[in-house]
């Protein structure tokens, strides 16, 4: 199968031909090339679609100085001004959405309506939240419990919010502009000033949120760029002296690496990191509302969703009947390249990625599992997989255990219910789980009783930029969104007078 591109807008091109030839370091508001380069594909095609600079410690190292040097005039601004510009660059994205869109379904993959109708949304609702948040950083007035108070005078003592600093953020490439948008409207709602390195796969849209945030106002130095490879532009970030903090979404791995990297100046550090999100679906549950919810769970962007719904636990009962209507639905999607408005499943990101989802399901194939429906690559650039659907696993296997970060849904049956939240439970992993049912007994119990940052009801995927989203156990520490996000880029000072 050939996944021929349909022809770019005017604007996408416009900007290919601005960005996308070797001139994308944002650094100090200018925008220059680096020493060498590396190219970005479009992974439906394989074709190269732009040539960026390959930033390494030297432009890192630039970029910091840029950032600090930016620091006082943005901490000092007054939150209203802040605001001001976080609504400006919401308005901005969405005036310029369907070209956003475009950019990143070319370099990422997605079907078009993924980015166009979720993620884009996510980011513009991002910037508004957090553009009411920079006007509402408070200290506390605390009535001093000192003992000793000086003869005549009296102990007056309270606390204030202060930024942190430089933000160092480091992203991936599965939803790009989103999670760009997670690290910096907090950041910059709170008063920092930030380095971004994007993930090399998918740099694209973070060069045109450059150009959108100069054009909403956003002083120079304040928001730099550096594209660039994870083992240099990135090592660099996060061993950066300079930088106060690391925000980082991204393999459990690679976490580890920034941890150790962090350690030098002990930056703080927020870590937002894989998982193996269980989905359990009880003999109640309205199955309606299951098939396609838990389907989509797995199968939207292609299963490359850090909570996707990858483990599935279903009651005995309705077993056939859930696996018959989930398989259907893998059956029905539609693959192509992500910018035919058809496309309802895209390629994966990369050819390596699609060689390790592939060695995932061979592994579980030998093992002894059933493949219910999919397993196979297919197209000629070597990144379509089909979606997935695999029985008959054993908790030990890595398709059950591991991120497999693709379209395959691994499904286990149960009989008991304090069995299945100990099952789900069984993982190195925290970061979000569902539960489908209608009882409010089985929803309120498994809520309390499930390891995760998240449980949804009835539902997957429900991100708000109001709600905190992040991990326990191995899939980080930390939030984005919600207060909990602008709270990570705040410090608190006390201050303590006699009056
Ligand atoms: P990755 O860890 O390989 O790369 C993430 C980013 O880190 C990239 O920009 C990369 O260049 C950089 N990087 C790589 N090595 C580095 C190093 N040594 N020092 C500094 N930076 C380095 O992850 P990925 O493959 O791009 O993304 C997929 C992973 O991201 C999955 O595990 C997924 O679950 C996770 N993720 C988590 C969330 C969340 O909110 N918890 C959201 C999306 C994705």
């Known amino acids: ?9 005017e604007a996408a091109t416009a900007f290919l031909a601005r960005r996308g030839r070797g001139e994308g370091l944002l650094i100090a508001g200018t925008w220059r090339a680096a020493a060498s380069t590396f190219e970005t594909v479009d992974p439906a095609t394989g074709d190269c679609i732009g040539v960026l600079p390959r930033g390494g410690a030297a432009e890192i190292d630039e970029a910091v100085a840029a950032a600090r040097g930016a620091l006082p005039g943005w901490k000092a601004t007054t939150p209203v001004n802040r605001a001001k510009i976080l609504w400006a660059m919401a308005d901005l994205i969405e005036a310029h959405i369907d070209e956003l869109a475009e950019l990143e379904t070319l370099d990422q993959g997605k079907p078009l309506f993924v980015g166009r109708w979720a993620e884009i949304p996510g980011a513009v609702n991002q910037f508004r939240f957090f553009a009411g948040q920079a006007m509402a950083i408070e200290g506390q007035t605390i009535e001093s419990s000192i003992d000793y108070q000086p003869a005549g005078r009296k ?4 606390t ?3 930024p942190v600093g430089v933000v160092g953020a480091i992203v991936p490439w599965n939803s790009p502009i989103v999670l760009t948008a997670m690290k910096l409207a907090p950041a910059l709602a709170a008063g920092c000033t930030i380095v971004l390195k994007p993930a090399e796969n998918t740099s694209l849209t973070a060069l045109r949120l450059g150009e959108l945030l100069a054009e909403a106002g956003l002083p120079a130095g304040v928001f730099n760029v550096v594209t660039g490879l994870g083992g240099e532009a990135g090592a660099a970030l996060a061993g950066h002296p300079g930088v106060d903090k690391i925000a980082f979404t991204g393999s459990t791995q690679t976490g580890r690496a920034i941890i150790d990297a962090a350690k030098g100046n002990l930056k703080r550090v927020s870590l ?33 969703v850090c909570v996707a719904g990858s ?5 005995s009962a309705i077993r056939d009947a859930l696996l018959e209507g989930v398989a259907a639905y893998a059956k029905g999607l539609v693959a192509g390249h992500g910018l035919d408005p058809a496309t309802q499943m895209g390629p ?6 699609a060689q390790r989802v592939e060695g995932f399901i061979a592994d579980a194939r030998a093992a002894g599992a059933t493949v219910l429906t999919g397993g196979s690559r297919f197209g000629a650039a070597g990144t379509f997989i089909q979606p997935t659907v695999i029985t008959d696993v054993t908790p030990d296997m890595p398709i059950v255990r591991d991120e497999v970060f693709g379209p395959v849904l691994v499904a286990q ?9 100990a099952a789900a439970n069984d993982s190195d992993y925290g970061l979000a789980a569902s539960v489908w049912t209608q009882s409010l007994s089985h929803a309120h119990r498994m809520a309390d009783a499930l390891e995760a940052g998240t449980v949804w009801i009835n539902c997957h995927l429900m991100y708000d930029a109001a ?33």
């Open 1 to 9: 199968m050939v996944h021929t591109r349909p022809p770019l807008s």
């Open 155 to 158: 102990m007056a003592t309270w």
């Open 160 to 162: 204030r919010r202060e």
């Open 272 to 304: 937002e990191l894989g998982g193996k999100s269980p989905m359990i679906v009880m003999p109640d549950a309205d199955l309606d509302l299951a098939i396609p919810g838990v389907a989509n769970a797995i199968f939207f962007n292609g299963g490359q």
């Open 311 to 315: 483990r599935l636990y279903v009651h």
């Open 348 to 353: 994966l990101v990369s050819a390596a990625q």
């Open 413 to 421: 049956a149960f009989d008991d219910a304090d069995a299945v939240i």
């Open 467 to 499: 709600l905190p989203i992040g991990g326990v156990k191995q899939s980080g520490y930390g939030r984005d969104s919600g207060r909990a996000a602008l709270d990570s880029y705040l410090e608190w000072k006390t201050v303590c007078a006699v009056v």
